[in-house]
């Protein structure tokens, strides 16, 4: 289905065991979200009417989705007619063997990208360079981490994790022999800028993700807010836009809010620097754009979504607003959960998407159920029940032994007889407690931790006797 980057040889706790160790990462990631989720909640306070827009998001998404065939075939035909072509792709291997044929065929010999999650969700890059292509990021972001070889850690910030000082060091074999940057945000920027734009010139293939297909035109919505989109559309002569299949709105109308909550949600903007719309490939007399317009519509396991109790994420307008406001990610950044996607939107696709990778459906542990994702999330995604179906799911297959302990545990605690009593032998243990070592599915759990040992006067009994 997806070939994706799981790190299928690390668990999720020692992942998240090397995140918490690094300081300097926290620190990172401490001042980013905190202006990401400032920046939202001031954006929103300009609304007056965020809540009444967030409910109507949902309600529009809800009709989206139980129209997704009929508007995305009105979409495709609109793209065709305007002169596009349309690739309908199951999966990764379908979406990257298109991709693949087009590049081959046109002979690209440098393929430049804008930022997007899903190329990063099929594995673009890497089927692109062991064909031959060199392929360039050219979002800065981006940019720093395909230097880096990292993935990001965030799906609005990629380079979230890391600070000036290493984006420097990163960044400054890429300058001329003898030219030494500086390590601060305007000189990194300025050299990025100098370097990318020659791999805009020379660029035979563009391709870009697609935050909205609006299937009234045919067009396609990009939003960012360093420009590098519409270099990536408008120089290069064929231009290939990745968009799954859920990224689709009826009309403009409904665009209109979307892109409203998208902006706020994401960087705390009231619209992006940049939001381009894409109408089809370079019409006669239009002094830019492509010759050719390719727009790839992903499914990759979103389809076998639709109708279950997992429906609505397939409405993630990707804003990462969840991320900001979790204290999980906040604490252990996005590269702990081991695939492109993080935070708790990452903790409910990644088993969904990626179910057949080990170590997927263990991400649904990495929250709190605190909901201020539901709370932040501009559709209003009941992100913690879905949090908890997918723990009820891998419950579900857990070894024999330690469903029955549980089981056995929901027995005793659901009486206050035998609840009293297993306290009752728990005080009556000595030493520092280590009973939760040996009892079934908490051993794990008690690895790191001290389990403390009840007291051998529970509070009931002394405020009865008076003591409190």
Known sequence: MSTG?????????????????????????????HRLGAGRESAFETLGNGDELKVAARAIRADLLARLPEILERFADNVIALGGHVCWARDAAQANAYISSVAGRIDAKTIVKSKSMATEEIGLNEVLEAAGHKVVETDLGEWIIQLAGHTPSHIIAPAVHLDRYQCREIIQPEAPAGRQLDATPEELCAFARERLREEFLRADLGI?????????????????????????????????????????????????????????????????????VITGPRRPGEADGPDEFHVVILDNGRSELLGT??????????????LNV?????????????????????????????AHEDGASELANASTLCAACMDACPVGIPLQDMLLALRRRRAADAPLAERAAWKAWAATWSRP????????????????????DHLPGLSRWADGREALRPAKRSFTERWKAGEV
Not at 252 to 258: G, N, P, R, T
Not at 340 to 348: D, L, Q
């Open 5 to 33: 980057h799981l790190l299928g040889h690390t668990t999720l706790r020692q992942r998240t065991t090397q995140a918490t160790a690094n300081v300097r990462l926290r620190g990172s990631l401490a001042r980013a979200v």
């Open 208 to 276: 870009t993700g697609c935050n909205l297909g609006v299937a009234e035109t045919g067009s396609m919505v990009l939003v960012t807010n360093e420009g590098n989109a519409r270099l990536t559309t408008s120089l290069p002569r064929v231009h290939i836009a990745v968009m799954g299949m859920e990224r689709i709105v009826d009309d403009w109308h409904q665009a209109d809010l979307v892109l409203n909550l998208l902006a706020r949600s994401a960087t705390g903007q009231h619209l992006s620097a940049y939001t381009s």
């Open 309 to 322: 109790e997992f429906q609505e994420m397939l409405n993630c307008i990707r804003c990462g607003a969840c």
């Open 326 to 354: 979790c204290p999980v990610y906040r604490q252990i950044g996005g590269h702990a959960y081991g695939w492109v996607y993080s935070g708790p939107m990452g903790a409910v696709l990644t088993p969904l998407l990626a």
């Open 417 to 436: 007889l035998t609840y009293r009593a297993s306290l009752k032998s728990a005080a009556l243990g000595g030493g520092a407690a280590k009973w939760a």
